[in-house]
Each structure stands twice: as structure tokens, then as C-alpha cells.
């Protein structure tokens, strides 16, 4: 016997995996985990035995309800699965299967479309922090066809534009939790900072890197890795995240002067490997950075600082664009748009099945709200 769990698998910004409605899933988190191992093939590095890709970015999961928070339309947890491990990780957010949940909210009736253009506000309850998305709605209905193209995905599609500015401090309560804009971990200069995800940021010419490496030349530095996790944890610390969080944040982003043309090279860790692309939440952290007077990315920009500026960050797939504004108030950087752009597609509709001794669809009345952490 199996359970038919309702399912739409997405492919959203430079990521894939399913996305669920919440009342489609069991809540107690410790039994969510184990329906989306099942889904997904984990433990398992090909993921033979699910819909994972056998790769970080194509094993994620984006899970979409009815929001109960003031002033947002929808709640979005996100779920990285470990391919080759047991790990479920409910922790960080996902900017990139973001971008599929305005789509979903809409087909699903969570949402009613408000015209050509429809703006969601969105809870993620990963980090407690409000993302607004605009998706194009022609006829008050979703579409997918379009003419913007990301780096890192083949053709083009319909525009989405998501708005990270209230997701400052969301993993630390501050942009800055450390309370500097530049400080040394271990004889490097690093900036430590909150704006969509905790992030440490480091000169690649610190590290005996220039910057621009591939993504398979990086992942086999041993030395490289090791010494950016050193740095990671360090940096963890001074920022106040919780021991058993900082497994996964802060994010180590390494950046050098530009060479094609954008504001500056990076390399985004995840955190024991280069992303093969660069993580949206990521790109937020860094174009903020590069807002901040004194921080470590300001050293290697092309151009001069300024409080608003379209920020071009190129990565090992091409390149990645944010749209940053900000003022100083009282000597603090106060951020007003992180804006970036993604598009997503939906790849089918259907059931996935999992085996009922792992879960028989049926839903506790004791289990936690989809929200809480067991």
C-alpha cells in the first residue's frame, strides 16, 4: 500500500523540487521529515527512489498554506533535503523555489489574482520574514510565458520580482550583528552581516583565490573548504546564531573585482561547496554589503557606492542581478529594496506516492501548525 499525496513538481529560479499544499502534509515536523525523504530518494546520492535530483539545488521542497500572520497572503516553509543523508533542513530559506510559490498560491485559490499584475506577500517561516513577489497574471490567471531569462536556465518565461527588504536581521535580529562592518577572523578581513540569510563575506585574494574559479576546481580545495569553515563557524559565534544552527549559516560568499562587465565576481558556499550558480538569498546578503559603508565587498566594486544601485554579481553560470536601495539613519543602513529577478515554470501536477508505513495520510490532531518547530 501507498499514500497519493497531491503534488506539483517546480522548477523555480535556478532550483527544482515539489511544492504541497500544507493541509496535504502531515504537520509534526519529525513526521514531515520522513514523508519527504520518502518523496524525495533520500538517503540515496542518485535519489533513485524519488523525485530528487541527486544535487542540492534539484532537492528542494517548497510547502505553501493559508497564512495566518497580519499583513501576508500566504506562508511558505521551505525543506532542503540532503540527497546522500537522512537530513531534513527547515532552518534557511530558498529565494529560489520562492519564485514558484506566488504561481501555486494563485492556481490554488490561496490567492485571488488582481489583474495583469498581482502582488503576494509572502511569510516564510523559515526565517520569519516578509518577501513580496510580483507575478505576472494576464487575465487574472498565472502564466509562465514570457520573455526574461535568467543565467543558469535554458529560454526564457514569465517576469517574477521578489522584494527581500523585510527580511533584514531575520536570522540574527540585525543587519549587522556583530555591530561592525568590517572586523578579522583568523588574519582575514570579513564583513558579517543579516540581509536574507546570515552571511560571512571574505576577499577571494585572501584566500589565495582569484575570484573566478569554477565550481569543481573550488569543491576539490580540501584546504579551501576547511579554511572557510573556520572562518564560517567563527563568524557564527560572533553574530549570536544559536550551535545548532550554524551547521548550515552563516553563508560564506568569497568576491573579487568584476571581469565581465558586473559589479563584482562571488562564489556562494552552501556552505561545504560552491553553488554552481549563486543563491538568491545570497545575493540579497551581498548586495546590501554592498550598500554598507566600510564592508569588505566595497573594496573590489566597479563604480563608485551609492545608496541605490542596480547590483550585477557574476557567478559560475553567468550572472545574477539585484536592485538595492537604502539611507543611513543614526549611522545604521536601513534597507528599503532588495529586489530580485526569477521566473519559474510548473513541470507537472500529479500524486506522489510514498509507502504508508511511512505515512498513512491521515494527520494527528495533536500535530504541531506547520509554522512551529518540534
Known amino acids: 500500500m501507498q499514500t497519493a499525496i497531491p503534488c506539483c513538481l517546480f522548477r523555480g529560479g535556478t532550483s527544482k523540487g515539489p511544492v504541497f499544499l500544507a493541509t496535504d502534509l502531515p504537520k509534526c515536523r519529525e513526521q514531515l521529515s520522513r514523508v519527504l525523504l520518502a518523496v524525495m530518494g533520500s538517503p540515496h546520492p542518485r535519489?533513485?527512489?524519488?523525485?530528487?535530483?541527486?544535487?542540492?539545488?534539484?532537492?528542494?521542497v517548497a510547502i505553501v498554506g493559508r497564512s495566518s500572520r497580519p499583513g501576508s497572503d500566504v506562508e511558505y516553509l521551505f525543506a532542503q533535503v540532503t540527497p546522500?543523508?537522512?537530513?531534513?533542513?527547515?532552518?534557511?530559506?530558498?529565494?529560489?523555489?520562492?519564485?514558484?510559490?506566488?504561481?501555486?498560491?494563485?492556481?490554488?485559490?490561496?490567492?485571488?489574482?488582481?489583474?495583469?499584475?498581482?502582488?503576494?506577500r509572502i511569510h516564510n517561516l523559515n526565517t520569519d520574514s516578509i518577501i513580496i513577489a510580483r507575478i505576472e497574471t494576464p487575465g487574472r490567471q498565472v502564466t509562465y510565458e514570457g520573455t526574461t531569462a535568467i543565467d543558469g536556465v535554458a529560454g526564457t518565461a514569465?517576469?517574477?520580482?521578489?522584494?527581500?527588504?523585510?527580511?533584514?536581521?531575520?536570522?540574527?535580529?540585525?543587519?549587522?550583528?556583530?555591530?561592525?562592518?568590517?572586523?578579522?577572523i583568523e588574519g582575514v578581513e570579513v564583513t558579517c552581516l543579516d540581509a536574507g540569510v546570515p552571511a560571512v563575506i571574505l576577499r577571494a585574494a585572501d584566500l589565495g583565490k582569484t575570484g573566478h574559479e569554477a565550481k569543481a576546481q573550488l569543491d576539490a580545495d580540501s584546504d579551501l573548504i576547511a579554511r572557510l569553515e573556520s572562518v564560517r563557524l567563527e563568524a557564527g559565534?560572533?553574530?549570536?546564531?544559536?550551535?545548532?544552527?550554524?551547521?548550515?549559516?552563516?553563508?560564506?560568499?568569497?568576491?573579487?573585482?568584476?571581469r565581465q562587465g558586473g559589479t563584482l565576481a562571488a562564489r556562494d558556499f552552501v556552505p561545504y561547496n560552491c553553488h554552481a550558480a549563486f543563491s538568491v538569498t545570497g545575493a540579497v546578503a551581498l548586495a546590501t554589503a554592498c550598500l554598507l559603508p566600510g564592508s569588505v565587498p566595497q573594496d573590489v566594486l566597479a563604480g563608485p557606492s551609492m545608496r541605490s544601485r542596480a547590483v550585477s554579481i557574476e557567478h559560475p553560470s553567468g550572472s545574477i542581478d539585484v536592485q538595492v536601495a537604502g539611507q543611513m539613519q543614526d549611522g545604521r543602513l536601513q534597507l528599503q529594496e532588495a529586489t530580485v529577478t526569477?521566473?519559474?515554470?510548473?513541470?507537472?501536477?500529479?500524486?506522489?506516492?510514498?509507502?504508508?508505513?511511512?505515512?498513512?495520510?491521515?494527520?494527528?490532531?495533536?500535530?504541531?501548525?506547520?509554522?512551529?518547530?518540534?
Open 84 to 120: 546522500a543523508s537522512g537530513i531534513v533542513d527547515f532552518e534557511s530559506n530558498c529565494g529560489n523555489m520562492l519564485s514558484a510559490v506566488g504561481p501555486f498560491a494563485v492556481e490554488k485559490g490561496l490567492v485571488r489574482a488582481a489583474g495583469s499584475e498581482t502582488s503576494i
Open 342 to 374: 526569477r521566473t519559474c515554470r510548473k513541470l507537472f501536477e500529479g500524486m506522489v506516492f510514498v509507502p504508508s508505513r511511512i505515512w498513512n495520510g491521515r494527520r494527528s490532531p495533536g500535530d504541531l501548525p506547520s509554522g512551529s518547530r518540534s
Open 47 to 60: 535519489q533513485i527512489d524519488g523525485l530528487g535530483g541527486a544535487e542540492s539545488l534539484t532537492s528542494k
Open 237 to 258: 559565534m560572533r553574530m549570536g546564531i544559536d550551535p545548532g544552527r550554524q551547521d548550515l549559516i552563516p553563508k560564506p560568499i568569497i568576491v573579487a573585482a568584476p
Open 158 to 184: 514569465a517576469r517574477i520580482e521578489q522584494n527581500f527588504a523585510g527580511s533584514v536581521g531575520s536570522g540574527t535580529g540585525a543587519l549587522l550583528p556583530s555591530g561592525r562592518a568590517r572586523e578579522e
